[in-house]
């Protein structure tokens, strides 16, 4: 499957305004949403039934995840 511009595009703005996304992986498909963004990663967690608030988080760099997280060794 392949995914124009367009669509990434449209999806980024969707959730820069606070939406849910389905992706596709290289082996099945996500749900994604801002990782601030707490009314999305409740929905998210109530549409899969999960009680946890563990998620993967995607970044483009190490670099973005600095700007936000504190990693140790």
Same mark, same amino acid.
């Given at each position: ?10 999806? /980024?703005?969707?959730?820069?305004? &606070? ?5 596709? +992986?290289?082996? *099945? ?13 409740? /929905?998210?967690?109530?549409?899969? &039934? ?5 998620? +993967?988080?995607? *970044? ?14």
């Amino acid at each position: 499957m392949t995914i124009s511009s367009k669509e990434i595009y449209t999806a /980024a703005q969707h959730i820069k305004s &606070g939406g849910i996304v389905i992706y596709p +992986t290289d082996t *099945a498909y996500a749900i994604g949403c801002a990782f601030d963004n707490m009314p999305a990663i409740r /929905a998210i967690m109530k549409l899969k &039934g999960r009680k946890d608030v563990k998620f +993967t988080i995607i *970044a483009s760099s190490l670099q973005q995840v600095q700007k936000y997280f504190s990693l140790n060794a």
